[in-house]
């Protein structure tokens, strides 16, 4: 799992990134395939697919996906159709989406905005050029 396949082929949306705990990334990413991050992410991250944020994981910037589930902690903005704020999950700052879950014991600080339209995954992509 990664952000190559075996062939050196970009990944596809079956295919999942990790971010594993102890290891911190500081840049911009822009992927089709799932991301799982436990470790810490500063910057831009760009999905057309689902991005989670495990219990020991961390964004430091703004994420633009499919959808984002939270376990972990997120500061910054989320831009995504589905945001979901899972038990023990920190949500600070801006949301932007269709739909905001906040389940018991989830925390979202900030501000919250409900899209009307659904984002497209080219469009997420679009976003960025």
Do not use: W
Not at 21 to 42: L, N, P, S, W
Not at 62 to 87: C, H, M
């Amino acid at each position: 799992m990664g952000l190559f396949t075996k062939s050196g082929q970009e990944c596809d949306e079956n295919s999942t990134t990790i971010i594993t705990r102890g290891t911190k990334i500081k840049g911009e990413i822009e992927q089709v395939c799932k991301m799982h991050i436990d470790g810490i992410f500063e910057g831009k991250l760009m999905s057309s697919s689902e991005v989670t944020v495990d219990k020991n994981g961390k964004i430091l910037g703004e994420v633009q996906a499919d959808k984002v589930i939270v376990s972990g902690e997120v500061n910054g903005t989320v831009r995504a159709k589905t945001v979901d704020i899972l038990p023990e999950g920190m949500v600070y700052g801006e949301v932007e989406a269709e739909n905001l879950i906040i389940e018991p014991k989830g925390m979202f600080e900030g501000n919250s905005k409900v899209m009307r339209e659904v984002v497209s995954k080219e469009e997420v992509l679009e976003d960025t050029e």
